[in-house]
């Protein structure tokens, strides 16, 4: 949470020498991070104005001619405030001074310029206008502030109301109300600028415990483990004196009335919220207990709220009146009629808040700091503080002090000073007094018995400190960790091997790039649309139970549908591309099993215009990773024979074939995935233009067998020949049969064979194909004549065209 | 006159003809050579002054040197063909087609292999957990904001309910850090372990993403201080973003360690000085920019995963990787949506 700190209010609490750079940085380092610096706006070319005349404006009804003193000299500005009065000190901005216009958007510069033919030598200001909404302004009056100031005409308006002073703003971490507080900052900025901390003295005794009306406190200790309530006559409400204000918006409140701000105000500078209700509109005792299921509440920002029995309310006769720790309520809220109030101070347990808030989406200062954990203790010092500022500022008179639950004399937290096991942990010697002392500058109290040290934790680290280990951290941070040396570890390696999956997912992924393909990487969330449109039974796939949106409402149980998906949002674009991703995909395994992870593959030959094509790319792909990865692929449907040899039949009528693989030359074939061709009802289901051709294998297992490693064939040491052929085939021919015919030819001289060509245009008529060959032909240990030569390339010729 | 001769001839002209380049010196070799006046014809007519017996020797080493400066010529021909004159020098380059590995598996492998230098390991651990071991074990307890529901997802059974076992809730991780008690109950002492990982949130805008990756470094050993975690930090920063970039813990608070910290590295842009060109640099806080969280495994931590906090200690770390790579690369990504959209014009850029 961050916290807006002014200087000077931090300085009533604590001494330092430091310049606001130095002591941003030393609390940065040592305590909470300093986001920036603030001030409350750019006061160059502001200063105050004394208004002289008020003459219409020719040209304009609503306009007039404001003639305004700004020290030098009086200058004419057309303005059309509603307040305009003579002797009044209103904020002026000067050509060259920066103003929001109607307090919306951007700061803009003024200069000198005409408005409605009449000279305008600046402006006027409303508050909204200097960048100050929060403060409350009514709608065409500008900002009167001669009872804010008393400075001469022409002091700079940034210095005569006290908003040059510069602003901290502080990440204070979640663990540490107790830091969400002017005092708590001016503690931690005393140990960390060695300056002096003066926010001990605090009072928190009971002022008064006179008569006043019924407090019961019905509630669990747990959930409200203080209560105060003071009853305060005389009121006067009003606006709080312009410092009050001031402060307020510095610390990014806005100021309303005196009685609210003063809650605000101890709020900010002590760490406890309050609560004041008008007591005129009370009926009756008040009571501090749990809501009833169904009952109702309208609450300061004029919603109505449904109450669970796990919600805390204070209640009278009438009902509820708030909903303790969060908001108070709209009836008993304070108005400009109040003249009596019950002040309230008190602790409610950081968990039933945070519930209740979010039960009802309902959030205030109060509740946010509620919600850290408060300690008990705090109550009575914020109470005092407030009745002292009521007093000073409304007029008030305190009637009583009412003590609803009081806490008893908190149990102390003490733990043992471990000094060896603290330096230990930093890595670097520090004497012990020094550590002594740096936990007594934080408010711990050390006390020494014979060689035991321990350490007594002050009540407001109480839920924060709770070991050894703590207080190593409360050392490390004041001792510096900049001042600790950094030491790269020594000690034993480990034996782990990096996880062979990951290995090979990341070789994979480099291999895939060196061959020309693009990667995609997506995120692994999907909808129930894109499952659907892929086919997937949807009760396979692992579903959020509480999804951000419907986009993204399951794990993913394949890849190829996203990766058609994201296509179509290229091919506008691109007209073809080769891609792959390569990730997690997840299955549901039932409710007592964690989802199935497996590493996936998908190759995507999109826009793929050629089919054959593509189709011999993507199986010259997996046959180049898998030759240096030690495995081997297959497509199609399997039947294993007896002597383990494998038939392989293609179905040519389907869209898609099975990939098998096995380890090379050897083991059993097992079934990898699928490849399919995205046309027809696919292709329109994901929108896409164009036919593509989608591979998917499962990785694990193929990882599982890959081996690295070459496989060195001995260079031939006589030369071979090569010798393309060329035979023309019916369209009924596969390539698969040419393939097996060469295959079945078994001569030793005929090394190898591929495919380079096969042509179907020009022979259309005649409706044959034209296979080319390129053979390779050599033997082991001769030069072969050319007649052996072509006696082969004859046996080969023979063995394509025989049936 | 005899074979010995014509060996010579051979040797002589083929020493020649090295280095030629130009086809005017060719024609000229030629002719010095192999011309009808050449010195091999010259020598070879001198045939008729030999014996009957020394002839059929002499005729077929004559052939062979013969055949031998031809190919010659012919290889000293091809190669000062000239092109001199048909190239136009102003030809646009065309590109190879080259791959691309998206900027997030470059930043994992290089990070992976930083940390590989100092014997951290990459094991792989689940993306959907145990509530234990994405919280509970890591000392969160009960009623930790973190494990509400406005912040973690969870999985559904086919009620609709969350799915529930022995070790909790299942979760979508958080964060990588449900590697460290999975990692410490293998029992096997010292650790040094990267676990690098999709990470999931119920986020989303121009600056956080719902899945995005975390690496996460765990360092069990005796004695392990905060000066060690400085050193490992350090090290990874230097060697990621540059010997010159500094870094600075500053205290935060995570449950799962104690001390906790947050680092700051030295702002890339202003170099660490918090202004460019005068005026205020719009990257960094004060020349410091946020690079993640770090602290010293808490030893309720190492008790869950059976260590003893007596004996061991540890450090532990998990940054962002979408955060550290845009951090370095300086690439202007404002919308880091744009990195998951696979679009071709964007991934083809790295
Ligand atoms: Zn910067």
């Known amino acids: 949470m961050n916290i807006l700190a002014p200087i000077s209010w931090l300085k009533e609490f604590c001494t330092t020498d430091f310049t606001t750079a130095e002591l941003a940085r030393e609390l940065s380092l040592r305590s909470m991070s300093v986001d920036q610096i603030l001030t409350m706006g750019d006061f160059t070319n502001m200063v105050v104005g004394v208004i002289e005349e008020v003459l ?311 509740q946010s700091l509620f919600e850290k954990g408060l300690e008990p203790e705090g109550a009575k010092a914020g109470l005092n503080r407030a009745i002292k500022l009521l007093q000073e500022i409304a007029g008030a008179k305190l009637v009583a002090v009412q003590v609803g639950v009081q806490q008893a004399e908190g149990e102390k937290k003490i733990i043992p000073i471990k000094y060896k096991e603290i330096c230990k942990q930093l890595g670097v010697e520090i004497a012990e007094d020094q550590i002594d002392g740096y936990l007594k500058s934080l408010g711990f109290v050390v006390e020494k018995s014979g060689q035991q040290s321990k350490a007594v934790v002050p009540y407001w680290r109480r839920k924060d400190v709770t070991a050894p ?123 007592d099993n964690l989802p199935l992870e497996e590493m996936k593959l998908c190759l995507g030959w999109m826009g793929a215009g050629r089919i054959e094509q593509a189709w011999r790319e993507i199986q010259g792909v997996m046959r180049a990773w898998g030759e240096r990865a030690g495995v081997e692929f297959r497509y199609g449907d399997f039947v294993t024979d007896q002597s383990g040899d494998h038939d392989q039949s293609v179905d040519q009528t389907t869209g898609q074939q099975e990939v098998w693989f096995r380890e090379k030359n050897q083991g059993e074939w097992q079934l990898a995935g699928l490849v399919q061709i995205i046309d027809g009802e696919l292709k329109t289901r994901f929108g896409l233009v164009k036919t593509a051709l989608i591979l998917e294998i499962n990785l694990e297992s193929i990882f599982a067998v890959a081996k690295q490693g070459y496989n060195y064939q001995p260079l031939p040491t006589y030369p071979m020949a090569v010798r393309d052929i060329t035979v023309d085939m019916g369209p009924e021919v596969v390539y698969r049969q040419l393939d097996e015919r060469i295959r079945s030819i078994k001569n030793e001289l005929l090394k190898k064979s591929d495919l380079i060509d096969s042509y179907r245009g020009k022979l259309r008529e005649s409706g044959l194909v034209s296979w080319t060959f390129r053979l390779t032909i050599g033997a082991d240990d001769r030069t072969l004549t050319t007649e052996e030569i072509n006696d082969v390339v004859r046996v080969v010729e023979t063995g394509l065209t025989k049936v | 006159m005899g074979v010995e001769a014509l060996k010579k001839i051979q040797e002589e002209a083929l020493l020649a003809g090295l280095g030629i380049m130009d086809a005017r010196a060719v024609d000229e070799w030629r002719a010095e050579w192999l011309g009808r006046k050449g010195k091999l014809g010259m020598a070879l007519g001198l045939i008729s002054e030999l014996t009957a017996s020394e002839r059929p020797e002499f005729g077929k080493v004559g052939n062979l040197v013969k055949e031998t400066l031809e190919g010659r010529l012919v290889a000293m021909m091809s190669s000062v063909e000239s092109v001199e004159g048909q190239l136009d020098w102003s030809f646009p380059g065309v590109e190879p087609k080259v791959g691309h590995l998206h900027l997030t598996s470059q930043t994992i492998r290089e990070v992976q292999n930083i940390f590989s230098e100092l014997g951290f390991r990459r094991a792989r651990f689940p993306e959907v957990d145990w509530d234990y071991y994405a919280f509970e074990s890591l000392n969160m307890p009960k009623d930790h904001p973190a494990r509400d529901d406005w912040e973690t997802f969870f999985i559904a059974n086919d009620k609709g309910r969350i799915k529930t076992g022995a070790k909790g809730k299942q979760v979508l991780t958080p964060h990588t850090s449900n590697a460290q008690v999975r990692e410490m109950e293998r029992g096997e002492l010292p650790i040094r372990l990267i676990n690098i990982s999709k990470t999931y949130r119920r986020q989303s805008g121009p600056r956080h993403l719902p899945v995005f990756h975390q690496f996460e470094g765990l360092l069990i050993d005796e004695g392990v201080s905060i000066a060690n975690l400085k050193g490992v930090v350090d090290y990874f920063v230097k060697r990621f973003f540059g010997e010159g970039v500094q870094t600075r813990l500053r205290p935060h608070h995570f449950k799962f360690t ?82 998951y959209k696979n679009d071709l014009g964007f991934l083809e850029q790295f």
Not at chain 1, 304 to 309: C, N
Not at chain 1, 517 to 543: C, M, N, Q, Y
Request: hydrophobic residues 40%; glycine residues 10%; negative net charge.
């Open chain 1, 56 to 366: 219409a404006h020719p040209g304009a009804d609503r306009l007039r001619i404001v003639m305004v003193d700004i020290g030098e000299r009086v200058v004419q500005i057309v303005c059309g405030g509603s307040n305009l009065a003579v002797g009044a000190r209103v904020a002026v901005a000067l050509p060259g001074g920066k103003v929001k216009w109607h307090g919306e958007g951007e700061y803009i510069a003024l200069t000198a310029t005409k408005i409605r033919g009449e000279e305008s030598y600046g402006m006027i200001c409303a508050p909204a206008e200097l960048g100050l909404e929060k403060l409350q302004g009514n709608e065409h009056e500008i900002w009167d502030i001669s009872n804010l100031t008393s400075v001469v005409a022409g002091t700079n308006l940034g210095e005569a109301l006290g908003l040059n002073e510069e602003v901290l703003e502080i990440e204070v971490t979640s663990n540490r109300p107790d830091a969400m507080s002017m005092l708590g900052l001016a503690r931690e900025l005393a140990v960390v600028t060695d300056g002096k901390f003066m926010g001990s003295g605090l009072r928190s005794d009971i002022l008064s415990s006179g008569a006043m009306g019924e407090v019961s406190v019905i509630a669990p200790a747990k959930l409200c483990s203080s209560y105060y309530l003071a009853k305060l006559t005389g009121i006067k409400v009003q606006s709080s004196p312009w410092w009050l204000q001031k402060r307020l918006l510095q610390a990014g409140h806005r100021p309303i009335n005196n009685i609210v701000d003063v809650t605000n105000y101890v709020l900010h500078e002590l760490g406890q919220p309050l609560h004041a209700f008008d007591a005129q509109k009370i009926n009756g005792a008040l009571t501090v207990r749990p809501a009833v299921k169904g009952e109702t509440f309208q609450a300061l920002d004029k919603k109505t709220y449904k109450l669970s029995k796990n919600n805390l309310v204070i209640a009278d006769d009438d009902g509820v009146l708030a909903l303790g720790g969060v908001m108070g309520g709209l009836e008993s809220g304070i108005s400009d009629s109040t003249t009596e109030i019950y002040l309230e101070s008190a602790t409610f347990d950081q968990v039933n808040i945070r519930k209740t808030a979010r039960e009802h989406n309902l959030f205030s200062d109060s």
């Open chain 1, 469 to 591: 280990v703590d207080l190593s951290e409360e050392v490390a941070r004041i001792y510096g960790y900049h001042n600790l040396p950094s030491r790269l570890p020594v000690g034993r390696l480990t034996g782990r091997e990096t996880n062979r999956t990951l290995v090979w997912e990341q070789w994979l992924k480099e291999q895939l790039a060196k061959f020309g393909l693009t990667e995609f990487f997506s995120p692994s969330l999907t909808d129930l649309i894109t499952i659907e449109k892929a086919g997937i039974d949807p009760k396979t796939a692992v579903r959020l139970q509480n999804p951000l949106n419907l986009d993204l409402e399951y794990l993913r149980p394949a890849l190829w549908p996203g990766v058609l998906r994201d296509w179509e949002n290229n091919q506008n674009r691109y007209s073809e591309a080769q891609v792959f991703e390569l990730a997690r995909t997840h299955l549901d395994q039932g409710d």
């Open chain 2, 258 to 339: 104690e001390p906790s910290f947050e680092l700051d590295i030295s702002c890339v842009i202003c170099l660490g000085t918090g202004t460019v060109s005068g005026g205020k640099c719009r990257i960094c806080k004060g020349g410091w920019l946020e690079l993640g969280g770090a602290g010293m495994v808490h030893p309720n931590v190492l008790k869950a995963g059976g260590v003893n906090p007596k004996k061991y200690s540890g450090l532990a770390f998990g940054w962002g990787v979408e955060r550290t790579m845009i951090m370095r690369s300086g690439v202007n990504i404002t919308d880091i949506r744009t990195l």
